[in-house]
């Protein structure tokens, strides 16, 4: 790459809705140096509301919707790439199941090192029975890969007999996160001595939200000081309303759909809780830790990886009476919230995005020849 010339890169996923695959690529777009990146975005999908596009605009940073429809979209190929051929990208950026489409948009068009990144568990991240042949066919054709966590790394190692090229940790706006005092409580309808448990999940059997509604009802059902706020939208959502609603608790399991204040909001919860089956490195666990709240969460890989005996407590997935007593016993120890918040808050201080913009952009320029 000669000196001065910017290294073109194509964040291209599914779509620009509001979730932690999505946050990465739009992250590292707003994020890498201008003065040696430059980057454009690709959102299969048209335009939901609530997405990150209003971001990416205000940052001047251009977005390509490419009208995909629900299933196999083979317009998509050749929509992609004439993206491609446009922009010239010498780094495609992949994300989630769009590799289907961004290999064969590589063979239209000749141009750009494809680096994929693993978000998930790979057993999960697959999508369909296509999913582990398209990634291997990946491989075979050069494509870098890059795990989101050492967990990721080794179920990919597992189930391909590889490692993935390297491993960047997500990262978030630790300063956006701070613990705080400040008026979002009031502001939203509750009292100085009202306890909130938030949740930051899209309400998908990934999330299990079930688990976590039943888990709290058990729990602190019978305080009523106490509420469980539900961040987040997604299939389950009318399920989930439906099952607060049965068991008495509409008034205090709180949905509030997605949600653009999170960082005022966290700062002012007693403790975060997610029921996940499976994770890559949710980076709404991050954000918690980084907001100076325990964490309650099921004892899945990417989870475990961030929440230690010290930052949190941990119980199996699945199952809805160890997160009910986790909850409990952290509602009546004050003084253990504090002590496992503040140590989350120290422990989310490795995951600034500053330190994964700077390793993708360390990989985008050893693949294009430039100086690291």
């Excluded at 299990?208 to 106490?226: E, H, K, Q, Y």
Aim: net charge negative; proline share 5%.
């Amino acid at each position: 790459m000669a000196e001065g010339v910017k290294i073109r890169v194509l964040e291209v996923l599914a779509s620009l809705r509001r979730a932690g695959a999505e946050r990465v690529a739009v992250s590292l777009a707003a994020g890498l140096d201008p003065a040696r990146f430059n980057c454009e975005v690709v959102s299969l999908f048209d335009a939901f509301s609530g997405g990150f596009e209003p971001l990416l605009e205000a940052d001047g940073i251009r977005v390509h919707h490419l009208g995909k429809r629900p299933g196999l979209d083979p317009r998509i190929f050749a929509r992609l790439a004439s993206v491609i051929r446009s922009f010239r990208p010498e780094i495609v950026h992949t994300h989630s199941y769009v590799l289907r489409y961004a290999l064969p948009a590589r063979l239209l068009t000749g141009g750009g090192r494809i680096v994929h990144t693993i978000h998930n568990q790979a057993q999960q991240e697959t999508g369909d029975a296509w999913g582990p042949w398209i990634q291997r066919a990946a491989n075979s054709a050069g494509v870098r890969t890059v795990a989101v966590s050492f967990s990721v790394a080794q179920s990919y190692r597992e189930l391909y007999r590889r490692p993935p090229d390297t491993v960047i940790c997500n990262g978030i706006d630790l300063d956006r996160f701070r613990p705080s005092v400040g008026t979002w409580k009031s502001a939203n309808g509750f009292s100085s001595t009202d306890h909130l448990v938030v949740s930051v999940a899209r309400l998908e059997p990934q999330k299990n939200p079930m688990a976590l509604i039943g888990a709290f009802t058990t729990a602190l059902g019978g305080d009523p000081a106490w509420h469980l706020l539900m961040v987040g939208d997604g299939s389950l959502r009318s399920e989930a309303e439906a099952r607060a609603q049965a068991l008495g608790m509409e008034r205090r399991i709180h949905f509030l759909g997605v949600r653009f204040d999170v960082d005022a909001l966290l700062p002012e919860c007693d403790i975060f809780a997610m029921a996940s089956q499976w994770e890559g490195m949710p980076m709404a666990i991050i954000e918690a830790m980084a907001a100076g709240l325990p964490v309650v969460g099921t004892e899945v890989d990417g989870v475990a990886e961030l929440v230690t005996h010290n930052t949190g407590l941990l119980v199996p997935a699945g199952e809805t009476s160890p997160m009910a007593e986790a909850l409990a016993t952290l509602a009546r120890d004050p003084r253990m919230r504090y002590e496992l918040g503040r140590a989350a808050r120290e422990d989310a201080l490795a995951f600034g995005v500053d330190r994964m913009v700077d390793g993708y952009a360390r990989l985008f320029t050893s693949l294009t020849g430039g100086d690291v």
